[in-house]
């Protein structure tokens, strides 16, 4: 019996992939962050692993892609250059990566960090007013605006940074809520959920750029 190459590829792929799902949801379900048997736990694993395993098989053969390396098929689907071109190979303009825009605003961003905790400390020793949060909530995303978007006009037009600055400023915002002691449990579900929508904008706003510029 003859398997598509690509098939097997991503069922070998998906014991891994499955491995680490029910790792990562029973360490949450243990910890007190979901409360879900350890039946539920399988399944969830199960589905997020049946995900994978679909879309990575129907984009390989949708962009006909050989290669197995992960690292590959990641860089192909967030590249917005076209198919002719070479997807492996690091952009030549430095200036448009996320870690040249960071670099440049590096002080800004200890500044922040700077901020961030001595925040934290206020709150903890002299129990200070939460509502100086709302204040350095604001400062933070004004902050992570300038550092990751910087001040190329390309650079706002690229989704990717969009979803970084997502997954930074959950950061800052789960720690505090660590620190503090508060309950996670419900901000932490909102956030998974608008992470999931975020990743499927991304890749639909990628995808976009990538169509239009093989048009062109």
Known sequence: MNIDPIVKEELLRSFPVLFFSFL????????????????????????????????????????????????????????????????????????????????????????????????????????????????????????????????RKANQKDPIRLLIFYIIACAFIFVRYLVLGYPILPILKGSIILGILLIFLVLGMKWSQRKQNSDN
């Open 24 to 151: 990562i949801i029973g360490l949450l379900n243990r910890e007190g962050y979901i409360s879900i048997g350890m039946s539920v736990v399988l399944i969830l694993a199960l589905f997020f692993t049946a995900i994978h395993f679909s879309f990575m098989v129907w984009y390989r053969k949708k962009e006909q892609i050989d290669n197995n390396n992960i690292s590959f098929i990641i860089n192909h689907i967030f590249g917005s250059r076209s198919n002719g071109e070479k997807t492996t190979e690091p952009y030549r303009n430095e200036k448009t990566k996320i870690s040249s825009s960071i670099r440049e605003h590096i002080g800004h961003l200890l500044f922040t960090i700077f901020l961030y905790v001595a925040y934290l400390y206020a709150s903890l020793v002299y129990n200070m007013d939460q509502i100086y949060w709302i204040l350095l909530l604001l400062f933070i995303g004004v902050s992570l605006s300038k550092i990751i978007y910087g001040e």
